[in-house]
């Protein structure tokens, strides 16, 4: 099983200035391959990331001697980096690959790369060419160590650690469901009934975030005052994202340790709700992707299965007690009124209650004629089924 653990360094004046040359020798290293890389096309001729380092072993002592001072890591891992960014170009999965620039791309470089290299104990973690740094907490998992990156977030230095596990997967033996419903107004509606409020760390440190771009776009640029700006700046938003995160990783432990053998979240198309101008700030202050990321490898650890409904499953226009469907539910209804059984229900809480009883069932029928059964769901609401038939409208 891989893992991660990112650790906070905590570098001497010295440290800070040899993490920050190493991300200056990665940077020098992609512009120089991507320059080589693209003269070589011109010409027709196919290179690779093995190539451009036996290319920059020859002329590094000569011509960027600086290098000499760094692991040997940064620089070669750029190049890494640079072939898979032209993979991805040649399959037209992405743009023709940009020129790095300093302020603009994020500061990390490859600091180890074998488990040889690797060793941290009593707080302290050992980088090549730089020594032992001290660190905030050691390594929680046991296993062959990958690789170890060194990244500035704002002012701060991480290592993230990448470990095959020794940990072997568990097994729930619970057979009991559990439906998650995520919203904006509380971050996650359990069927249970346990709720977990949403931070909104963006809503209440916007305006002094405001503040800070409006004094920031009013410093000379390249002067020293707009580069102290940049970093107050880069902080706030490292407090918001430290905010997030927190109140995420409490919500999906504590998930995970309610003892259910199945989890079943919504199958959101993200992407395409924040194209709604008015809704679009609060639902990446939520942060969606990032509930489902840490639900699905947190799960994954624990043994518990992990189902995403289909996006076009009505959970919250369905009763949870009697299975009838209203036909239209405005979002500014927060509580669900049955017409049919007269359940009054919170509008999340019977949405999370119908994903628990969520069952898909196999498509019926191969063709897509319009008018034809394209998929159905089956709906357990109270004493009574009810089957949910979406039908084709497509007339190919």
């Avoid at 097994?171 to 469901?177: E, F, G, I, L, R």
């Amino acid at each position: 099983m891989q893992k991660s653990h990112q650790i906070k360094l905590n570098p001497t004046v010295r440290q800070r200035k040899l993490f920050a040359q190493a991300c200056g020798v990665k940077r020098k290293s992609y512009n120089w391959g991507l320059t080589v890389w693209s003269e070589l096309l011109k010409l027709g001729v196919k290179t690779s990331a093995t190539s451009l380092i036996k290319m920059q072993n020859g002329i590094k002592k000569t011509e960027y001697p600086y290098f000499l001072s760094v692991s040997k890591t940064a620089p070669q891992y750029a190049l890494w980096d640079l072939e898979n960014a032209f993979k991805k170009y040649f399959k037209g999965k992405s743009n023709f690959p940009n020129f790095k620039k300093k302020g603009k791309s994020i500061d990390s470089f490859v600091a180890v790369e074998s488990k040889n290299q690797f060793s941290q104990s009593d707080f302290k973690i050992h980088i090549p060419r730089v020594g032992k740094v001290k660190c905030f907490e050691n390594l929680r998992f046991e296993g062959k160590v990958n690789s170890v990156t060194v990244k500035r977030i704002a002012n701060d230095w991480f290592a993230v650690v990448q470990i095959d596990s020794n940990d072997i997967p568990k097994v729930s033996k619970s057979q009991a469901t559990l439906g998650i419903d995520l919203g904006i107004k509380t971050m996650i509606v359990c069927s249970d009934g346990s709720i977990y409020e949403n931070p909104k760390a963006l809503k209440k440190a916007l305006r002094g975030i405001k503040r800070s771009h409006r004094s920031l776009n009013r410093k000379q640029k390249g002067s020293i005052n707009r580069r102290k700006q940049q970093k107050r700046l880069a902080v706030k938003h490292q407090r918001v994202a430290n905010i997030r995160l927190n109140a995420i990783h409490q919500a999906t432990s504590d998930i995970v340790n309610k003892g259910y053998g199945k989890v079943v979240i919504e199958g959101l198309n993200v992407s395409g709700m924040i194209k709604n101008r008015n809704l679009s700030q609060a639902l990446l202050d939520v942060s969606f992707g990032e509930i489902s990321r840490q639900l699905a490898y947190k799960c994954q650890w624990s043994g518990i299965e992990l189902v995403k409904a289909d996006r076009w499953f009505p959970s919250s226009k369905i009763c949870s007690g009697c299975g009838n469907k209203k036909e239209t539910l405005k979002l500014s209804e927060r509580t669900y009124n049955c017409e049919s059984c007269g359940l009054k229900i919170d509008r999340d809480l019977n949405a999370a209650i119908n994903l628990a009883n969520y069952s898909p069932t196999p498509s019926i029928g191969e063709s897509k004629v319009c008018g034809e059964v394209v998929e159905s769901y089956l709906i357990r609401g109270g004493s009574k089924k009810q089957k949910i038939k979406i039908f084709c409208n497509s007339l190919v």
